[in-house]
């Protein structure tokens, strides 16, 4: 799926075929479990800052699939709620610190 988005005045697209997919949501099982889900991807381009976005995808033919770019706060919350975590900027973990006084999931803050 592609998107046209702007950017400072030009355009990016973002290409789930092409971009780096950082988390894939299971897809279908026997039981028709998984039928909807959203993954997270990131489009890397020499000189724009990186975009992360959310493809909601639908395994009904009567649902429109989405791109949505969202921020790296945004990005690091998504992964945050399944368990995994977002490496690329260790800089900006603040919910680490706020892990380390106590504090359990991304809601909590």
Same mark, same amino acid.
Not at 30 to 40: F, I, M, Q, S
Not at 73 to 84: C, M, N, Q, T
């Given at each position: ?27 279908g099982s ?7 889900g959203k ?9 724009v800052p %990186? ?8 395994? %009904? ?49």
């Amino acid at each position: 799926m592609k998107k046209s988005i702007t950017h400072n005045e030009g355009k990016i697209v973002l290409d789930t075929d092409r971009d780096a997919c950082i988390y894939y949501a299971p897809r279908g099982s026997p039981d028709g479990a998984y039928v909807r889900g959203k993954d997270l991807y990131v489009h890397v381009e020499g000189g724009v800052p %990186d975009v992360y976005y959310i493809h909601s995808w639908s395994m %009904d033919p009567g649902e429109d699939e989405l791109l949505h770019p969202v921020s790296i706060v945004s990005a690091e919350e998504f992964l945050e709620i399944r368990g995994l975590m977002l490496t690329a900027y260790p800089e900006q973990k603040g919910s680490l610190a706020l892990r380390s006084y106590g504090y359990g999931i991304a809601e909590e803050f």
